[in-house]
């Protein structure tokens, strides 16, 4: 690991970052293999920087928050949404026994795949498509883990939801900010903590581009 990890792991545990096995994952994820040539020297910042197709790589903090508000037994399936770069997918992996993503820009879903088969990253399966929708093939999901801001819940990511499971997902009337939803699905109804302010390019409830 060289100084610049281990700068972002320490701003992490300053975050408030506290479970070793997400701090290992993100140790372990080579965000510069993630980022535009143009962006390597601040691959390591703890900021979100702009990817293809006008959208962007979360920041370290807030992949760090996601992943630690759904982290469990390595034996849970994951959905998430919004692939974007594929790094917040790549520390999923390595937590999670297998993560579906469903990602809307066929670009930036192409990219990803060659980094999760570079990385050796086998337990990924990725989708082209409206996530909003889900992945009702693939359902129930212990976790849902969407990456872009929507207006409301998806009913179909609720009905996807297996009982006892986390969504995780921020919640907001604009794309400047939104409030971090955890939402879990028990058997007498829907149980809602709010995790504080985020800010995401906003979740499209439109066709693919391919
Ligand atoms: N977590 C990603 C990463 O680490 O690079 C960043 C995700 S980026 C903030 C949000 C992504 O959600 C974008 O790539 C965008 O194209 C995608 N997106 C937006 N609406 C979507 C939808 N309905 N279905 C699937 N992907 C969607």
Same mark, same amino acid.
């Not at 469990?72 to 034996?75: A, E, F, L, N, V």
């Given at each position: 690991m060289d100084l610049r990890q281990v700068r972002l792991i320490m701003d992490l545990r300053q975050n408030g970052i506290q479970d070793v096995n997400v701090l290992s994952a993100i140790e372990k994820t080579p965000r510069h293999l993630f980022v535009p040539e143009n962006f390597q020297e601040e691959a390591y910042e703890n900021t979100a920087l702009p990817i293809e197709s006008g959208q962007t790589i979360s920041q370290p903090a807030v992949v760090a928050m996601m992943t630690e508000a759904i982290v *469990? &037994? $390595?034996?849970l399936r994951v959905l998430e949404i919004g692939t974007g770069s594929g790094y917040q997918t790549s520390v999923l992996a390595q937590l999670f026994r297998r993560v579906y993503t469903i990602e809307r820009h066929g670009n930036l879903l192409k990219t990803a795949q060659a980094r999760f088969d570079k990385l050796g990253l086998h337990n990924v399966t990725t989708r082209l498509g &409206? *996530?909003? $929708? *889900?992945w009702p093939e693939q359902a129930p999901f212990d976790r849902i883990l969407v990456t872009a801001g929507a207006t409301e819940i998806p009913e179909a990511l609720l009905d996807q939801l297996r009982i006892g499971g986390i969504l995780v997902i921020p919640i907001g009337p604009s794309s400047d900010a939104q409030s971090l939803q955890r939402v879990r699905k028990e058997a007498d109804g829907l149980h809602v903590e709010d995790l504080g302010l985020v800010r995401f390019v906003p979740l499209v409830g439109e066709p693919p581009v391919r």
């Open positions: *469990g &037994d $390595k034996r &409206d *996530g909003t $929708k *889900g």
